[in-house]
């Protein structure tokens, strides 16, 4: 549950400098990711029980269709975020700097996809082929996915001496409305 909350929130421009969010994202949020975290608890349950019961491939089907697809649902907010980057782009002087974090969301946006993907259906498609004795190697792929993954997003994300970090400069009219709120309060 929080990986999803904080990859939507990232991809929709979310910080401490600006917290926002539209109301659609909003309801995306408040619905998909409960979603999400039921039907990853449902998988849970029902890969503990025995395939001999009634039903147990059926359901365990459903849960894994119903999770791929509350992945797929959570990254729609990224897909808005970089279309409103853009269209803020072509009409706001302050383009470049809108162009250069439309590329940085990109490659969160890319490596988000990927990492769904991979962990969600070629994992499951490697659980699902694979003999008894090689299942491990199921396993093995999708915490090497994990690692990679995290990796790269705390590289991205990383604290860079002299404030070079693309994602958190502000502008000069960001700064001084910060400053303008920090004297308020």
């Known amino acids: 549950m929080l990986f999803f909350s904080v990859v939507v929130l990232i991809a929709a421009g979310w910080s401490y400098m600006k917290p926002f969010l539209s109301e659609r994202e909003k309801q995306i949020l408040l619905l998909v990711v409960p979603l999400q975290v039921f039907a990853n608890v449902a998988i849970v349950v029902i890969d503990e029980t025995t395939p001999a019961s009634r039903n147990w491939f059926s359901w365990r089907d459903i849960w894994h269709v119903i999770d791929i697809l509350c992945c797929c649902a959570i990254l ?6 970089i279309r409103q980057m853009r269209e803020n782009a072509e009409h706001d002087d ?15 946006y890319i490596s988000v996809v990927s990492y769904i993907y991979f962990t969600r ?65």
């Open 76 to 81: 729609f907010p990224i897909v808005w975020s």
């Open 121 to 185: 259906i070629i994992v499951y498609l490697l659980d699902a082929t694979l003999p008894y004795q090689l299942i491990w190697i199921s396993a093995l792929a999708n915490e090497a996915a994990t690692v990679l993954f995290f990796l790269f997003c705390g590289l991205q994300f990383r604290p860079v001496v002299g404030g070079m970090n693309p994602y958190f400069q502000l502008d000069t009219e960001e700064e001084l409305e910060l400053i303008g709120q920090a004297t308020r309060a």
């Open 94 to 108: 302050k383009a470049a700097r809108v162009l250069s974090k439309l590329v940085l969301f990109r490659q969160f």
